[in-house]
């Protein structure tokens, strides 16, 4: 499976952006999809993840509450709803892939390229 993740950019400190991963290739549907980012200087941290069936999990307190990760499997695509923003969600986001019906935090099968998020202060 194929996967490109887009929707980064620059925005203020409490605004909002929403990634887009697109999928092709094998049955996107049976595939747990996961995003992870990496901050310069720092290790690549898992951030959120769904099954097909829709199950999610999250990263930890760094992000519950202020993102979502709603799946369309009939468009082949997870998105990232980013809310309430912080300088220290800068980092670059990809979405990765899993064979796993069940969500998962990893390990993960396919990656897709970054997607640069930058959040100022």
């Known amino acids: 499976v194929q996967l490109q993740a887009s929707g980064g950019g620059l925005v203020q400190a409490g605004g909002s952006l929403r990634l887009s991963c697109a999928a092709s290739?094998?049955?996107?549907?049976?595939?747990?999809i996961g995003w992870f980012r990496q901050a310069p200087g720092k290790e690549r941290e898992f951030v959120a993840a769904?099954?097909?069936?829709?199950?999610?999990?999250y990263g930890g307190d760094y992000v519950k509450g202020r993102f979502t990760i709603p799946r369309d499997n009939a468009k082949n695509t997870v998105s990232l709803q980013m809310n309430s923003l912080k300088p220290e969600d800068t980092a670059v986001y990809y979405c990765?892939?899993?064979?796993?019906?069940?969500?998962?935090?990893?390990?993960?099968?396919?990656w897709g390229r970054g997607t640069l998020v930058t959040v100022s202060s």
């Open positions: 290739g094998r049955t996107f549907s049976t595939y747990t």
């Open positions: 769904i099954s097909w069936s829709g199950s999610g999990t």
């Open positions: 990765a892939a899993a064979y796993s019906q069940r969500v998962t935090t990893g390990p993960y099968d396919y």
